[in-house]
């Protein structure tokens, strides 16, 4: 009995091995899938960034481009930046200031204390403040510079309050920087805050600390639709807020929604 079990212990070793070749052969393949899925999203994010580039006009820095738009009665410039997604105008921003700047009865910013995750270049935070919102921009501290300057530069002198911009990294010590209810807004903006990354769920997370049940806080957030992942986090995101469809664009493929917290 000790011979053959001897003997056959070997055979057992080698059969285990090859099958870990094979499971090994299969998650190789699956990473690969994986880190193609994940170029071919950061080739069409560049490939947008690209476009916005190419409509530029010159700009004394080689890295830095300036975009011209008219809303809430206002010429606004905006300088944008290629050292990150967050420095650009994305489709959603656009279409979410079209919206505001033309639906003002139905969504009235006046005195309002209104919140932007994501805010980027600052456009529609700009556009809230001109409509008479009391605004906070929040981005990541390396965005803030660009931000910053583009709200004082299209803001001074014209809106009815000086907007208020802050660090805000999703999911990041939410408790501490924005304690509820200390912090508690009438809106919260988004636009174009899904894409291809690996925050989602800290966002997602972010949304929810400052759009609570009973909160009576309302969450406006465009964005348009590029890859599964997005399509995921729109289920989910379902799945925590009353979702209203305010606009579909089918041409710029951008979905505009109005939020509130499920109780």
Request: charged share 20%; glycine share 6%; aromatic share 10%.
């Amino acid at each position: 009995m000790e011979g053959l079990s001897t003997v056959s212990q070997p055979v057992q070793q080698k059969h285990l091995g090859k099958k870990n070749e094979v499971g090994d052969i299969k998650q190789d393949e699956k990473l690969q899938v994986e880190q193609e899925a994940t170029d071919e999203d950061q080739r069409v994010m560049a490939g947008e960034a690209l476009d916005r580039r190419n409509i530029w006009e010159p700009s004394v820095y080689y890295a830095l481009g300036k975009e011209s738009f008219y809303f809430a009665g206002h010429d606004i410039s905006i300088r944008e930046s290629m050292d990150s997604y967050g420095a650009l105008i994305w489709p959603g921003a656009i279409a979410l200031c079209q919206f505001l700047d033309n639906n003002q009865q139905q969504v009235n910013l006046m005195d309002k204390a209104v919140l932007e995750i994501g805010a980027g270049t600052g456009l529609l935070s700009i556009v809230a403040s001109l409509l008479g919102a009391w605004v906070t921009a929040t981005d990541l501290p390396d965005i803030l510079s660009n931000l910053t300057f583009n709200l004082l530069r299209n803001t001074k002198g014209r809106s009815r309050y000086t907007p208020q911009v802050s660090a805000l990294t999703w999911g990041q010590d939410l408790e501490r920087g924005f304690p509820y209810p200390s912090f508690r807004y009438d809106y919260v903006l988004a636009a174009d805050v899904v894409y291809h990354h690996d925050c989602l769920e800290e966002l997602l997370q972010t949304m929810r600390h400052f759009c609570r049940p009973g909160s009576r806080t309302t969450l406006l957030w465009a964005n348009k639709i590029r890859f599964q992942s997005d399509l995921r986090f729109v289920e989910c995101f379902k799945s925590s807020f009353n979702i209203t469809l305010l606009v579909e664009l089918p041409q710029q493929e951008v979905t505009i929604y109005q939020a509130t917290a499920k109780e």
